[in-house]
């Protein structure tokens, strides 16, 4: 089946057809890193992970850039406030940021280039665009981009070059610019950049680069002239985007971007939720608070790339409960009696059936919700068959299911997730063993006070019992952080 995406640039489904015959060059725009990224922004990190992952699985040899924005107003003022550098105030930022990307599952990005490193990169494409006739210099050692020598400009948010600009602040620092409308590839230093470490000298004067010029920069060094897949948040449109196509295609004049893919936002389902933390929640604060990672995935990949997901506690349950039943019927599956002489159950080639509909899916502009929709029908179809087989089926059906449930994870990593973050070391192992036991002890002479103490103490860590003929098994269900 063959990949369409809806392409930003052309508002239509098109044909996924790589400049190079089974190579992909993907970059996305990442997070300004002057603060933690909040749920929002990992919309955005899983959903570029979904492109990532999809693409892997289909055979791409893919190259995945995503910048980390270090040199901005936001986090110049930011370090000044807190008498940093910005090297020195985003550093633990990044850090946090590709810790919580791990342990949600995305696939490390081949680079993550920051703006900071790529100045001479930046200033050479200002020389281009300066050469070319695109920019022109201020009275200040400023660089604009002339948008006047750009007829295209406004092809992607399609706005009229007239009203592209109107009513846009004109910031204090721009006062030189020929046109309101024109933007900033060069800002000449304040004093406040110096404090900050972030400027650095240029040919037309001492300063910093504008923000859209550094994905220009950065996208041109790691990935090429040309992007099969640029990928962003909607917010990017406009005037980001806009600006990027204009600066790379004023300075190479080849075609920037391939197809141009955009993610819309979360909106909050619970008012409570959105208002913890002065209207972010961060991935910080859910993992600290708990959330199981994997439903955290699960709830962040459950809507379609283009539409809005409504994201609040009872999403967020409803996919705790959804990524359990995923790992019991894997589980279930792993544990099966497999019998070679058992007949034919037909669990085999439903999950086949399954995985073709779950391909369908993805490869229709990666409809998500319709691949989920085919995992789970085959988890409620294959948990029926093993009801009624009693749990014996023949070993190449059994090996099939697996395979096939190892495949889809590829793409969605829930079950990598959950395998992660339920992960149990030997000493808490250990100390969940001894637990049982004293529940054991506890309800042998009939105190079940303290044996449901008990429960309700591993209850608190994640740690699920289950009673049987054959004895107590625990399992970990990942809605508690585990603290042995
Ligand atoms: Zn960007």
Redesign the pocket.
């Known amino acids: 089946m063959r990949l369409r995406l809806f392409n930003t640039l052309t508002r239509s489904l098109e044909p996924f057809e790589p400049l190079e015959h089974g190579r992909a060059g993907v970059y996305a725009?990442g997070p300004t890193i002057y603060d933690h990224a909040h749920v929002g922004n990992f919309r955005s990190f899983v959903f570029y992970d979904l492109v990532h992952r999809y693409l892997e699985w289909k055979g791409y040899d893919v190259r995945f850039v995503m910048?980390l924005t270090d040199v901005d107003d936001k986090t110049i003022r930011a370090a000044v406030a807190e008498g940093k550098t910005i090297s020195e105030y985003t550093e633990p930022f990044a850090q946090a940021i590709l810790e919580e990307a791990d342990a949600l599952g995305i696939r490390r990005a081949d680079r993550y280039p920051r703006a900071t490193a790529y100045v001479d990169e930046m200033i050479a494409l200002v020389e281009r665009l300066l050469e070319k006739g695109h920019a022109y210099r201020t009275d200040d050692g400023s660089v604009f981009f002339d948008i006047t020598s750009f007829p295209e400009y406004g092809k992607l948010s399609r706005k009229n070059l007239d009203e592209a600009r109107r009513g846009e602040r004109v910031s204090e620092d721009e006062y030189g610019k020929d046109d309101v409308r024109d933007f900033a590839l060069w800002k000449a230093s304040k004093p406040e950049d110096r404090e900050a470490g972030a400027a650095w000298p240029a040919p037309w004067g001492e300063g910093r680069p504008g923000w859209h010029l550094?994905?220009s920069a950065m996208s041109l060094a790691e990935v090429g002239e040309t992007l099969d897949i640029h990928l962003?948040g909607e917010d990017?449109v406009f005037p980001?985007?806009e600006d990027?196509i204009a600066q790379s295609e004023g300075a190479t004049g080849k075609p920037f971007v391939r197809y141009w893919l955009h993610v819309r936002h979360l909106r909050f389902a619970d008012e409570k939720m959105s208002k913890s933390r002065g209207n972010t929640v961060t991935v910080q604060d859910l993992l600290e608070q708990g959330v199981d990672p994997a439903a955290l995935r699960h709830q962040l990949l459950s809507a379609h790339y283009r539409s809005e997901l409504a994201f609040g506690r009872e999403g967020l349950e409803g996919s705790g409960r959804a990524v359990q039943r995923l790992i019991d019927f894997r589980d279930r599956v792993e544990e099966v009696h497999t019998d070679p002489s058992a007949a034919i159950s037909g669990i085999g080639g439903k999950a086949e059936e399954a995985l073709e509909r779950f391909e369908g899916a993805l490869a229709d502009d990666l409809n998500v919700p319709g691949g989920l929709g085919a995992l789970f029908s085959f988890v409620s179809e294959g948990n029926g068959i093993l009801d009624r087989k009693g749990d014996r089926v023949p070993p190449e059906e059994a090996e099939r299911v697996l395979e096939v449930l190892g495949s889809m994870d590829e793409v969605l990593g829930l079950l990598e997730v959950a395998g992660q973050s339920r992960t149990v070391d030997a000493e808490t192992r250990h100390w969940i063993e001894d637990r049982i036991g004293e529940r054991e002890e506890a309800r042998r002479s009939k105190d079940f006070s303290r044996a449901d103490a008990i429960r309700d103490e591993l209850a608190e860590r994640g740690i699920v019992l289950e009673d049987s003929s054959r004895g107590t098994r625990w399992k970990h269900v990942g809605t508690r952080p585990l603290v042995g």
Do not use: Q, R, S
């Open positions: 725009c910048n550094e994905c962003g990017l980001h985007h990027e």
